[in-house]
């Protein structure tokens, strides 16, 4: 089992960048596929971004893709989400995830990943 804990949420104005981190531990070595994760109140947990084990491959919701940046670090054991101008209807808690395969057409899915963090509160203020 992998556990991840979420790091970095908090108030940021529209325009402003803010980075999320999420911290692994446990058994590590089976992650492959991790993912970002959004869910606002009243609607359903949402695909934001996603990256391989090495790094080479990353997957972004269409929304994100020119704003948003994920990265890893396997030596930290840690995922980064650095958010540039983030957007008033982005505030959202953000989890992130982590799966044992790479599947393009599936990571988009919740119901991929095998671990999820706690997660953390985003608000983008106008």
């Known amino acids: 089992q992998v556990q991840l804990v979420e790091s970095g949420g908090g108030l940021v104005q529209a325009g402003g960048s803010l980075r999320l981190s999420c911290a692994a531990s446990?058994?590590?070595?089976?992650?492959?596929?991790m993912g970002w994760f959004r869910q606002a109140p009243g609607k359903e947990r949402e695909f934001v971004a996603a990256?391989?084990?090495?790094?080479?491959?990353?997957v972004y919701a269409e929304s994100e893709k020119r704003r948003f940046t994920i990265s890893r670090d396997n030596a930290k054991n840690t995922m980064y989400l650095r958010m540039n101008s983030p957007k008033p209807e982005e505030t959202a808690v953000y989890y992130c995830?982590?799966?044992?395969?790479?599947?393009?057409?599936?990571?988009?899915?919740?119901?991929?990943?095998?671990?999820w963090g706690q997660g953390t509160q985003v608000t983008v203020s106008s």
């Open positions: 990256i391989n084990w090495s790094g080479g491959r990353v």
């Open positions: 995830a982590a799966a044992t395969r790479w599947s393009p057409e599936l990571l988009v899915e919740v119901r991929f990943y095998n671990s």
């Open positions: 446990g058994r590590t070595f089976n992650m492959n596929a």
